[in-house]
């Protein structure tokens, strides 16, 4: 183990070794292993926009052994789906690649701003998962019902030594649409992620729109003109960087502006990418290339 | 095991041997034991429409004993019902026919877009089941909740080595009457079946309709003309064909209807049917000699 | 045991030998044993109605004695009533009445058309019962709870040795008050409890309205013109005859009109009464005298 | 044991020796022991209504141990209390006074008609109880919840050896207010609380008003004039007094009026009073006063 | 441990030693210790009003150990935070103040006036807790659901030795903005608390408002004009004193009114104070010397 990556496991208190040992699993794999950088392919699109919304574009990803090999061909972190995906890969990979076992889902039909549970601790550790993660909606009328999800959830992965990553996406209840990426939202969003107890965070990248009058005053003397900064403050709002925190990329879009948003990232001091329709959404050889170039731009060499 | 079969069942990563056993025990039952296709005949209608609109037109089959009979006598693949009529011919028929014990159920009078838990896997293991059946309907406003009671007996049957078949049925919510026979409708509810942990998914066979409007672009280039074209595409879905697909076979029809879906479905590559007011709505001559062409045609006879 | 007995043992496969030695300790018990019928006293109209319109009209009958009594003097088959009546008597009749534990009840005053579940399986075992009791009403908006209640129930009672005993009484939702009597309503409400899992099934006498549109098809050929005839269909939909149907006499009546209800009952194949304000609301000599007639009635002895 | 108490346990059919131990800790306490009648101090008023309200006429009252050394001064019978005020005199007090742990509460500002479970079976036990209480508001929207929840508590008390005691006070739903108080709707409150197994029942003392149109024709040739003819009907709802009545006092009130409630209970054959505010709410030398010749009057000396 | 902490302790009836214990841990702490007298240093407002609200205008305080360093050099008595928070500083401070596991948690977004629980016991136990805490809304429509999750935890607590901290706010259903700081309803909160089986009890202090019109009788004899004599009636409602009583601090404000708050606790017989953002919100010196003063004050050197 690097002392970069001890520095960071170190910050855990309170946790067990067990936990710990699945979290540097995921910080030691693959070309970021040791950097205490990370990226992350998530695959619950399939569940959450259809399978033909996601995958159509490029069929080899129908199959999910492609998501597992494009992990592993692109040297990334972890691997993240719900039940089904994950299970379908399981033996075929095991051992190649830390797996994050994903617990709710929502989907393109859902009448109400809120995900079922789909999967279980017992599920995540029987696949051999370093981790299992969850999405919360803040600000949804239902944020209440999720937490109590998702806190016995993370006791029970916490027992079973299993790190706990938590999407927390504001949405609903009376936030505006340009308030779920707001600056204060996103910090918010960070923070009570880290209050839950979540080992990573994983939050969308901030606007510089403050959404909260209440909030106005606490940010009315810094300064949020760059991504970078905001980043930076997502950090702060993670107890002081004690936490790992990951930016997600959103809809698929150009590669510079993936790369800008991983510069962006690594200059704020995030801890990296989770970044799934911009990889399989791309031809499997540019989906390569762009991740080669989001490596290189975590370790600093672009 | 024929190596069709194997090579089938070695698709089911992540899945233990006793339930991959139990999937076995359908695939090698029958005049198709060993060819990768399979008819189940479900007899939940008495419970879903009444005895009467289900049962009067030939009578015989108010006995639960006949229909263990007749897909003994047919040669399928196995029996699916609830928990009554599924017990009722336990120990005449045990070991004889493998059995799916289907775990919930609506009703002709139900006020909500749901079903009720009516059996247990305590039940299904007491009764020597070789799988637990479960019907979810993506798009209604309790979908959330019927997928996490599928999500704990799904756990419970992998707990006991028993397999799990999910009826994935459209309905409900913002969806249009034509939308629940959409292409991308039933390609997504196989999708969500098989993100659920399904081994085996019963779908209807699509239209060539296309509800959602974010998906009409990933559609767009397709050839979707014939059925057998829509159901590739439900495999496709279905993990690209890692995961067993039957398709049902509707309301009592003319038999060459029948026949033509059955074509259908084996041009497409789909595993088989689940057919059942097909069946016991005719006389048990016609049934038997309709489900004799049937096992024909899968078996490229026809 | 009687050949008779037997016979209707035989019909309960996939049941434990204690659930069958429940069943026939009520069908070997009184006059009626070992013929295959059965009367029921059943006391829950005092929880349901309240005590002065159940017992001012006979005084006695406000003791939980009287009734323990009343059923071991007629030689009846069972005794059914909620925790608290069947607790004040569960010593002194130890080992006298085969008892049925009710376990759910409504009450004068409820403002849902649902039950409140009011004791256990625990309960029942302690207090040495044959059974359990629990009432449905399907078409009401809350069945789906109903069911899960008793399939819970049930699940429990088969584990402790405890046959079911189901009251099957449609109403509310989208029903018409013409349509919880209505020959297809009863016949279907009749399958819905065998497709729970009761082992006895208690329904009302039937009329010849058919209450369902979808279901006027499947009845047009039939003659349903006398009561036995109905009542032979009702046996017909509890799986064609394998489960014990039981019929209540509704609200106190004329003593003709009461055999005749016996004997449309015995001449449909029927298994027997649960008759209980038309015993205890009238005075204990005309009760027995009453029951004494009945007994002959099922016996074709009148 | 008194053979008047002996005779009273006698008709607790189906109840284990412990928990007929722990009426006669009540039945042979204080003044009263040994004659079958009781008085018990019940003091919930301060969560209820406040403790300014219930406490501030008599401010020794607010301590906990006031209330003890009441009942045990005045020879009463059993203390009555919520987890807090009973907690709080536990120990100082062990031995000397049997202890009923009332189990929920409302309060001054609950917008539903219902209570909120406060204790436990377990803090029962841990703090030496003779019995759980719990009330039930028949006729409310919620019933059949509070119904569920004393089923499940009664189960449990029963299983560790406490006996149970049920306030059944009619309110909410259709019930008027002059009902709350109907002679016909006390009785079927005192059987519903008889049916759900209930050892000792806790009504107020009924009206001659008769609440239910379908309650008039059973009680229109009785005698319901006095309040002693109506307490001995409540009395013969209660299982044809197989059951320990108690009668509430209500608001305090003038002596001669508490005095007059007491011989009516006792002449109805009621078995005594649960009084709360009465005594706390005067002097102490007045209450214990007062209640010494509410003794008498129990003990037929007054 | 002290005779005067001894005293408080032995006031505790009907509780464990190990929960005694886990008082005399705070109470003995710091440099209040043994005094009878005790500061909590709580950090829920991170969660509850986002983090750049809560720290921004003294940024070194986005780090969970500033807080506890806080607490450690200040003297205080213990540190309560939520989850996340608490476990952040887990292993740098063990051993070094008593810690007090915050369980539910609101945010600024939340639709309805509730919390969700967000810890448990079990992670309390973990964390080397002193006690848990719990927030209670009186007078919200939820009360109720409030009231049995704390019950429940409670217990649990009990059982594992931890003591219970209420935090008891009236809020919401009919209660007035100005009601929720009128004195009888901050007795009656603190009452409730007590009542459930708070060992220390949180409240706001009251205004003169009375806000109950059942409550002016009780309330119109006394003298209410300074705010030591409400805390006195605070005190009583707290069962005469036998319960810890603390006071929050509110919304940060300048340093003379924190400590006319902290005397008047003090003469009013209060425990102590709960202050959070008014030491955390200001910069570390002057928090320290604000506390050093409050110190001052409950040992009446100020």
Redesign the interface.
């Known amino acids: 183990m690097t002392p970069t990556v001890k520095a960071i496991l170190d910050?855990y208190?309170?946790?067990s070794a067990a936990v710990k040992g699945n979290l540097s699993r995921i910080l030691m794999q693959g070309r970021l292993g040791g950097t205490g950088k990370l990226i992350i392919l998530p695959v619950d699109q399939?569940?959450e926009?259809?399978?033909?919304?996601s995958f159509?574009?490029n069929?080899a990803a129908?199959?999910?052994h492609y998501h597992y090999q494009l992990a592993v061909d692109a040297g990334l972190s972890a691997y993240a789906a719900?039940?089904?995906?994950?299970?379908?890969?399981?033996?075929?990979f095991a051992g190649q690649m830390p797996t994050i076992l994903k617990l709710n889902?929502s989907?393109?039909?859902?009448?109400?701003i809120?995900?079922?549970?789909?999967?279980?601790v017992?599920?995540a550790v029987?696949?051999g998962c370093a981790a299992i993660g969850f999405t919360i909606y803040?600000?949804a009328?239902k944020?209440?019902?999720m937490?109590?999800e998702i806190?016995a959830l993370r006791?029970e992965a916490e027992a079973a030594g299993l790190a706990t990553v938590i999407w927390s996406y504001?949405r609903g209840?009376?936030?505006s649409k340009d308030g779920e990426l707001a600056l204060?939202v996103g910090?918010?969003a960070a923070?009570?992620a880290?209050?839950?107890?979540?080992h990573i965070i994983k939050t969308k990248l901030p606007t510089d729109h403050i959404e909260?009058k209440?909030?106005v005053?606490?940010?009315k003397d810094?300064d949020w003109s760059t991504m970078a900064k905001r980043v930076a403050?997502v950090r702060?709002?993670s107890?002081?960087g004690?936490r790992i925190n990951v930016f997600s990329g959103g809809a698929a879009k150009g590669t510079d502006a993936v790369y800008q948003d991983a510069r962006d990232i690594r200059d704020g001091g995030g801890n990296g990418s989770i970044i799934g329709r911009n990889t399989f959404q791309r031809p499997r050889d540019e989906a390569l290339a762009m991740l080669d170039k989001l490596v290189k731009i975590y370790k600093n060499e672009e």
């Open positions: 910050k208190e309170g946790t399939g569940f926009h259809g399978p033909a919304r159509a574009v069929p129908y199959d999910p719900p039940l089904g995906p994950l299970e379908a890969g399981a033996d075929s889902s989907n393109s039909w859902a009448t109400t809120d995900q079922a549970v789909t999967g279980s017992k599920d029987r696949l803040p600000g009328d944020i209440f019902d937490i109590e806190r006791e504001p209840g009376d936030l204060d910090a918010y923070y009570m880290a209050g839950l107890g979540a909260q209440d909030a005053a606490a940010y810094g403050h702060q709002a107890f002081a004690r």
